[in-house]
């Protein structure tokens, strides 16, 4: 039975009150913060770095902090990230000139490693490191902005991925970002993923909890049929 993950992206919280924002979607029963940085050169806009992730840790954020790098070069900031709390550290292969080095360096500071694939990178620039990541994230829209569509061949992708971690029976989370909403989870789910970043669907709702609740029973309900 897969150990479904939710991870409200904090791009669509409210940055001007974070840490109270971000405690208040961990009370509702979100399970990981996925912590979204952007560098206006990899992806079109600008986001937030170590010293945030740092400001949640202070605040008594103790949850998993699930860092999505959307940067290029990664290397630098990636002990940075490690001291300010990060748990997870992901990244796009192509904003490294060494993803195996970057995935060692990633794990030597003692976080646990990913690789990022935005919707037209094929599953094959995966799979020589399929043995070095503890997370696979699959884009469901073009990085940079939250409240975008899920684009729909992104399940077809989810279910080769499934399949070949599978196969090779890995321990790999298969993450996927963007575009989750109420309406959509359960196919994600369906089609073999078992980490699910949500945004715009979690910030925007009126009630967090109420939105989880949901989410987490769509997950349930796949989970039976
Ligand atoms: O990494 C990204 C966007 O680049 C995501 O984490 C989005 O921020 C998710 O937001 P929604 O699509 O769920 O609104
Ligand atoms: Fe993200």
């Keep these: 039975m897969p150990d479904y993950l939710i991870a409200p992206s904090i791009l669509s919280a409210d940055f001007a009150r974070l840490g109270e924002d971000v405690s208040n979607v961990l009370d509702a029963g979100a399970d990981v913060v996925h912590f979204d940085v952007m560098d206006n050169h990899f ?10 992730c740092k400001s949640l840790r202070n605040y008594g954020i103790s949850a998993v902090i699930d860092v999505h790098l959307m940067i290029e070069p990664v290397d630098a900031l990636i002990p940075p990230f490690a001291n300010a709390g990060a748990d997870i550290i992901t990244f796009h292969p192509e904003a490294s000139q060494d993803v195996a080095a970057t995935l060692a360096l990633i794990k030597e500071n003692g976080c646990k490693a990913g690789l990022v694939l935005n919707p037209s990178t094929p599953l094959e620039q995966a799979i020589p490191f399929l043995t070095q990541i503890d997370v696979l994230l699959l884009m469901s829209v073009n990085p940079g902005f939250g409240g975008q569509s899920f684009i729909p061949a992104t399940l077809d992708k989810i279910r080769q991925a499934r399949a070949l971690i599978d196969k090779q029976q890995l321990s790999i989370k298969l993450e996927v970002d963007g575009g989750i909403n109420l309406d959509n ?3 994600v789910a369906a089609a073999g993923a078992d980490m699910f970043v949500a945004g715009s669907a979690i910030f925007a709702s009126k009630d967090y909890r109420k939105t989880i609740t949901q989410m987490r029973s769509a997950l349930t309900q796949h989970e039976n049929s």
Excluded: E, F, K, R
């Design 185 to 187: 989870i359960s196919d």
């Design 43 to 52: 992806v079109p806009n600008l986001t937030v770095g170590p010293m945030v």
